[in-house]
């Protein structure tokens, strides 16, 4: 089945440090890739996505290429806020497999910024 | 307006009430989620309502019955519950096509005493 492997926690960093959480991912078929974002005591929210091979995802200066060949999905970003201060999670969908719709999620990273 | 809402924020419940979670979208999403998720840990897919027919129901016990009304509106009844069963649980919708992102609600911490 599919799987989804993120690199283990907790990561932290100084403010305007570069960030690097890597994801990696097992598909029968050809997924979509995502990166959710949960604060504290909230709900998930989606950070990017990439839908094909070679995109790049880009929201709030986070940034995530979609890596067929190394089936990876690393999120980046260039200078951390302790607003960043969050746990990210990777996950994936398979849009043709039969369980369309349903998404598979790492097991999250936390991240700490100190300012 | 990408908003999914919850009600209630909070709940507490004894083991022999009966309870119900609300959950509504109003951005035209066909596929409809609940998680339950415990501290520290990533969502567990519960169920999926697509097209407003329960379309994956991924072994809950029965004490949990989700219902879905219309296409905006999804409803978790809870009778009968577990300590264990103390968790955040969250509502999320999608499309129903495409890449099926989803979009979350804020969640129900649930405690069972």
């Known amino acids: 089945g599919d799987s989804v492997t993120q690199m283990e926690g907790p990561v932290t960093l100084s403010e305007e440090a570069f960030l690097t959480i890597n994801c990696t991912y097992t598909?029968?078929?050809?997924?979509?890739l995502f990166w959710y974002v949960q604060y504290p005591g909230e709900g998930l929210q989606l950070l990017l996505k990439?839908?094909?091979?070679?995109d790049k995802g880009s929201n709030k200066g986070f940034e995530a290429t979609y890596r067929k060949e190394t089936t990876s999905f690393h999120l980046e970003k260039g200078s951390v806020q302790v607003s960043d201060s969050a746990v990210y999670f990777c996950?994936?969908?398979?849009?043709?497999?039969?369980?369309?719709?349903?998404?598979?999620f790492g097991d999250g990273t936390t991240l700490t910024v100190k300012p | 307006d990408t908003e999914v809402t919850q009600t209630p924020k909070h709940l507490v419940m004894g083991m022999t009430n009966k309870k119900s979670l609300k959950c509504e979208q109003h951005?035209?999403?066909?596929?409809m989620y609940w998680y339950k998720q415990k501290a520290k840990k990533p969502p567990e897919l519960m169920f999926v309502?697509?097209?407003?027919?329960?379309?994956i129901n991924e072994s809950v016990p029965s004490r949990f019955s989700p219902e879905c009304p219309n296409s905006s509106l999804l409803n978790l009844h809870l009778h009968a519950l577990q300590p264990e069963d103390s968790a955040l649980y969250l509502c999320?919708?999608?499309?129903?096509?495409?890449?099926?992102?989803?979009?979350f609600g804020p969640g129900t911490r649930l405690t069972v005493t």
């Open positions: 990439a839908t094909k091979a070679d």
């Open positions: 996950a994936l969908s398979d849009r043709y497999s039969v369980n369309a719709g349903k998404s598979t």
């Open positions: 598909a029968t078929g050809y997924p979509s």
């Open positions: 951005m035209g999403h066909r596929a």
């Open positions: 309502y697509s097209y407003e027919k329960l379309s």
């Open positions: 999320a919708s999608s499309s129903g096509t495409g890449n099926y992102e989803q979009y």
